[in-house]
């Protein structure tokens, strides 16, 4: 399987703008996990160690797992009147909530 995610240059700048603020060696992570309203949500945080289940995509991990769930996803910034926030448009997703965090497969 090869493991493709795409990222917005919107989500890339944004990314980068977080690390530098943090002003340590990090890495921005995206993980699946059950729940949510439609059975996973997407779930965004830092984290300065990688480990050995993490697939790494420049300054962005991902753990085996989530990959195999959001794979061939588009990992996007939006800045929008009702706040600015971390999207994926994942071609595995069957339904998602209103939210946009929350989606079945």
């Known amino acids: 399987m090869t493991n493709k995610i795409e990222f917005t240059e919107e989500a890339t700048k944004q990314i980068a703008k977080i690390i530098s603020e943090q002003g340590k060696k990090s890495y921005f992570r995206i993980s699946v996990q059950g729940g949510g309203c439609s059975g996973f949500k997407y779930n965004f945080s830092f ?5 050995t289940e993490d697939v790494v995509f420049d300054k962005t991990i991902i753990d085996e797992n989530s990959l195999e769930i959001i794979n061939g996803s588009v990992v996007d910034y939006k800045k929008e009147m009702i706040g ?7 071609p595995k997703a069957t339904s998602s909530c209103g939210c946009g965090l929350s989606f079945s497969i």
Do not use: G
């Open 47 to 51: 984290d300065n160690k990688v480990e």
């Open 84 to 90: 600015n926030s971390f999207t994926i448009e994942n």
